[in-house]
């Protein structure tokens, strides 16, 4: 999946993994003391191993310690979280945490772990933005033109996804249920097979990240029809929200960091400060707001309170969707 400004991002963080493997010295008073790693659950490219990398680059940076990026894709991000649940609570390991976490949580059964109790966070770092996007063909070019349309064509509009719940497949059932809409979920093998489909006006809408798609949208092969995040992107500042026609709508990726529990407060609230201060630079703030990623700085209690307010929100879309695991 390639984003905007993709070569940007992986100049900054190229230079994690050229950085000398120094010698193991154990103590959390002097951590870190060895390299670090950062568990991303998806492949390498998409939008959460790409902010893993600059992350990984920055607190290299800052704690002059290699920071280094490891993908264990699959399972809709669950065997990445298992590794990191069972990894030594010591600060060595990391979680890119994203908003997979809090659907995993209902949507399926059973689990290895229960992420709100096996998982410690660490901070938040950044909301991005879905849009809702559709093929210039589509006769709706506002949100309300969209939901009388497929009112009148009820089971009639097709919704795609990059897969049965993943974000943008809740974040369309969220807007179904909101807007009091039936659209058909037509799951895809990925965002790039999604965008494709789009493209080729072969599915109607489509409720994902611009990471994929900003490019199209620009270039007008694609129309944004809104924005989920509660304020406008000012990455596309003329294109309103989906809350100023669905009153209360919200739908936003959630990314952060997260360590295994027992972990020490001291390792945790470290790295926590670290992170908020790279956060609040203004390159970092300019740097993320180029894919659409608002910056989202506070303390691990306010990213535990995130992570469970998210959690208890998709429940509710999973459980009136009906939506099960492939």
Do not use: C
Request: aromatic residues 8%; glycine residues 10%.
């Amino acid at each position: 999946m390639k984003l905007p400004h993709r070569r940007q991002f992986l100049h900054l963080a190229a230079g994690a993994a050229a950085l000398p493997v120094l010698p193991r010295i154990a103590g959390a008073q002097a951590y870190p003391s060895r390299p670090v790693r950062i568990i991303v659950g998806s492949p390498p490219g998409g939008a959460p191993d790409i902010l893993a990398r600059v992350l990984g680059r920055w607190f290299s940076e800052r704690f002059g310690q290699p920071f280094i990026v490891e993908n264990m894709p699959g399972a809709n991000n669950t065997i990445g979280t298992e590794a990191v649940v069972r990894a030594s609570p010591d600060g060595y390991t990391l979680l890119l945490v994203d908003s997979s976490a809090t659907i995993n949580a209902t949507l399926y059964e059973k689990l290895a772990y229960n992420f709100i109790r096996d998982i410690a966070p660490v901070a938040s770092v950044v909301r991005i933005s879905y849009l809702m996007q559709v093929h210039p063909s589509f006769p709706a070019t506002t949100v309300p033109e969209f939901i009388a349309y497929a009112k009148a064509n009820s089971g009639k509009i097709t919704m795609a996804s990059p897969g049965t719940g993943t974000g943008p497949h809740v974040v369309g059932e969220l807007f179904k249920m909101m807007a009091g809409v039936d659209l058909v979920h037509v799951p895809y093998r990925g965002t790039p097979a999604v965008i494709s489909a789009l493209l080729g006006a072969q599915v109607h809408v489509y409720f994902g990240t611009g990471s994929g798609s900003i490019g199209d949208i620009k270039a007008g092969r694609l129309r944004a029809l809104a924005v989920g995040t509660a304020m406008r992107w000012e990455g596309l500042p003329d294109i309103p929200t989906i809350g100023d026609s669905v009153p209360g709508y919200e739908a936003s990726a959630l990314v952060g960091v997260g360590v295994p529990k027992n972990t020490p407060s001291e390792i945790i609230n470290k790295l926590n400060h670290e992170l908020n201060t790279i956060l609040t630079e203004p390159k970092s703030k300019t740097l993320l707001a180029e894919v659409g990623a608002s910056v989202l700085t506070g303390s691990p209690v306010d990213f535990g309170k995130l992570i469970a307010a998210e959690t208890e929100k998709w429940a509710k879309v999973i459980k009136f969707a009906g939506i099960k695991p492939e």
